[in-house]
C-alpha cells in the first residue's frame, strides 16, 4: 500500500496562474480532507469529500477554490488566479469511512509558491 | 462548531524528562481525538488515539488521557529523546470532519 499521494511535491505559479493539487487517496479508502498549512501554523480544514460528491467546504473560500473527487482518478484541489496568500502546505488525508471517528493518512503535501 | 484549543504552543524538555500537552475541546458530541506528530517538512503521522469510551491509552513512551465531563485531553510523552522533537497537534471529531488544534512545538534538548 503506497499510501496517500500527492503531486507535485512543490509547484510554483505566478500571479494570476492556475494551481492544480492531486491527491490519490490509500487503497480502500473513498473518503479525502484537504487542509491548507501556512509556515509555523496549524491544519486548517478546507473541505471533504467522498467519491463524486462534497460533503463539506466550509472552509473552502467562497472564490477562486474548487474541489473534485471523480469516480476514477485523484481528488484535486483546483485555485484558479493565485495570489501570494495562497502560498501555504495543501496536505490531503484519506480515511475508510468519513465518520470522523476513524484514522485519517496524511499524504507528503504539496508546497505551492505564489511568485 | 467545535473549537479546539492547545496548551502550550511551545514546549522546551531536558533529554529524559517528561512532557506534557494539554487540548480542549467544546463539542461534547465529539467522541474521537486523535494525535499527530509532524516533523520539519514532513507530512502529519497519527501516534496515537483515543475513543470517548475509554478514559486512558498507553503506547509504549506515550499515553493520552481523557475527561470528557470537562472536555480536555493530553498526551503524555516520558523518557523524551531527541527524536521526539516535533510539532505535535490534537484532533477532535466534529460530526464526519476532525477539528486540530493549533499545535504545540515539542523540543527536546541533549
Known amino acids: 500500500n503506497a499510501g496517500v499521494m500527492q503531486n507535485p511535491r512543490h509547484l510554483v505559479r505566478r500571479r494570476g496562474q492556475e494551481a492544480r493539487l492531486r491527491c490519490s487517496p490509500m487503497?480502500?479508502?473513498?473518503?479525502v480532507y484537504w487542509y491548507r498549512q501556512l509556515p509555523e501554523e496549524g491544519l486548517k480544514f478546507m473541505v471533504y469529500?467522498?467519491?463524486?460528491?462534497?460533503?463539506?467546504e466550509s472552509g473552502m473560500p467562497k472564490e477562486r477554490f474548487s474541489a473534485e473527487f471523480p469516480k476514477e482518478g485523484p481528488s484535486i484541489l483546483r485555485i484558479q488566479q493565485v495570489v501570494r496568500g495562497d502560498s501555504a502546505a495543501y496536505f490531503c488525508?484519506?480515511?475508510?469511512?468519513?465518520?470522523?471517528?476513524?484514522?485519517?493518512?496524511f499524504g507528503q503535501g504539496t508546497r505551492l509558491t505564489v511568485v | 462548531g467545535e473549537n479546539v484549543e492547545q496548551h502550550p504552543s511551545t514546549l522546551s524538555v531536558q533529554e529524559g524528562d517528561s512532557a506534557v500537552i494539554k487540548c480542549t475541546y467544546s463539542?461534547?458530541?465529539?467522541?474521537?481525538f486523535p494525535w499527530y506528530k509532524q516533523e520539519l517538512g514532513k507530512r502529519p503521522q497519527l501516534i496515537i488515539d483515543?475513543?470517548?469510551?475509554?478514559g486512558e491509552k498507553k503506547d509504549q513512551r506515550i499515553a493520552v488521557t481523557l475527561n470528557k465531563t470537562a472536555k480536555h485531553f493530553s498526551l503524555h510523552i516520558t523518557e523524551t529523546q531527541p527524536e521526539d522533537s516535533a510539532v505535535y497537534f490534537c484532533?477532535?471529531?466534529?460530526?464526519?470532519?476532525?477539528?486540530f488544534g493549533p499545535g504545540t512545538r515539542l523540543s527536546v534538548l541533549p
Open positions: 463539542d461534547s458530541a465529539s467522541n474521537y
Open positions: 469529500l467522498q467519491k463524486e460528491n462534497i460533503i463539506d
Open positions: 484532533a477532535a471529531s466534529y460530526g464526519q470532519n476532525f477539528v
Open positions: 483515543i475513543r470517548s469510551n475509554v
Open positions: 487503497k480502500g479508502h473513498s473518503h
Open positions: 488525508a484519506s480515511s475508510t469511512t468519513g465518520e470522523g471517528n476513524t484514522e485519517a493518512f
